[in-house]
C-alpha cells in the first residue's frame, strides 16, 4: 500500500508523527506511550483475528509504516526535542509568509476562527483519537484531517490571527473529486461528533473496574473521560466514590461538589457527601445529626446496582 497524506503539515514536506498518533503537539512522554500502546493493540493480529486479509494486511502495514515510526520519534527524549524545533521553525515561517492555508474540514475552519484554541483543540483530539482506527480504510484521511487541527493550532500559538473563520476551498470541477471530497471531509466531523459514545465507553469500563475493587485502573478511566467531557457530572460522581474508597476524602469532596454543581439531583454524589460527613464526624468522635442510621444503611442493604455496590458493605 502506498500511504500519501497531502492535507496539513504534510502538504509541506513534514511528516506529523502526532496526528498518526492523535495526540495533542504538547503531549508528553506518558501520554505518547499510553496512545501508542491502545493503537498497537487495535492494531495487532491478535485483534483482527476476525478481520479480512486484505484489512489484516492494512494493519499490518499501517503499524509498520506510520504507528511505529511515529513512535519512535516521539518517545525518544532527543528526537522528539529536534522535531518540535523543526515544527515551530516551520509554523513561524507561515506566520511571516502568511501563508494561505486551505483547510479541508469544519473542525479545523472551527479551531482556526476560535478564541478557545487551547481548550478546544485539545477536546477534538481527544475526541477523534476514540475512533480513528475503528475503520482502517478511512485511517489515513482521519490522520490528514488531524495533521490539518495541528497545522492550525501551531500557527495560531505562533502568532498567527484569523479574522474569522477561512472558508471552505472552492468545489471541485469534477463531480466525482468532488464527491469523494465531500466524504472525506466528513469523516472528522463524525469522530467528533461521537463524544457521548466516547463518555459512555469510560464509563462503562470505569463501572466494571470498580465492581472487581480495581480502583486505580477505575480512576486512570475516569480521569481520561473528565479530560473530554469536564462537565459531566456522571464522571465526577463515579470518580469521586473511588477516591472515597481510596480514602482520599479530601478529593472526593472535590468531585462530588463539582458533581452536584453540574446537577443537583446527583444521587450518588449526595449519597458521597453523606458518607464523608459520616466519616468525618467519626474521626471528630461527634455523632452526625442528619443521618438516620436506617437511611444511611439503605445503599448498605439494598446491593441493588452499581449504587449499593459501590456504597455497600464488604462483599460476601
Known sequence: MS???????????????????????????????????????????DSCASA???????????????VNPAYEKLSQERTRTEYMVVLSQMSKRLVQ??????????PARQLAGSPNVEQLYRTMILKIAETQYDSLTKAVQIIGYVSELNLVYLMRTAGKKFDKAPPPPPPSSKVTSNSSENTDATILQSAVNKEDTSINNYLRRAQELMTKNQFAQARVELQDAIKL???NSRCH??????????NQTTMAKVHFDRALQLDPK???????????????????????????????KQPEK???????????????
Not at 15 to 37: F, G, M, S, T
Open 229 to 231: 467531557a469536564p462537565n
Open 237 to 246: 460522581s463515579l470518580i469521586g466514590v473511588v477516591y472515597l474508597k481510596q
Open 302 to 316: 439494598s446491593g441493588g446496582g452499581l449504587f449499593g455496590g459501590l456504597f455497600g458493605g464488604k462483599k460476601k
Open 97 to 106: 509568509e502568511s501563508a494561505s492555508v486551505d483547510l479541508s474540514s469544519d
Open 266 to 296: 446527583d444521587q450518588m454524589a449526595s449519597e458521597g457527601k453523606r458518607k464523608i460527613e459520616q466519616l468525618m464526624g467519626q474521626k471528630s468522635g461527634t455523632a452526625v445529626k442528619t443521618a438516620p442510621t436506617q437511611a444511611s
Open 52 to 66: 479480512s486479509t486484505e484489512e489484516k494486511q492494512l494493519a499490518s502495514e499501517l503499524l509498520s509504516k506510520l
Open 3 to 45: 500511504i500519501k497524506i497531502e492535507r496539513g503539515l504534510f502538504k509541506f514536506d513534514s511528516i506529523d508523527y502526532h496526528a498518526v498518533l492523535c495526540v495533542p503537539v504538547d503531549a508528553d512522554i506518558k501520554e505518547i506511550r499510553k496512545r501508542y500502546l491502545n493503537i498497537a493493540r487495535r492494531l495487532h493480529p
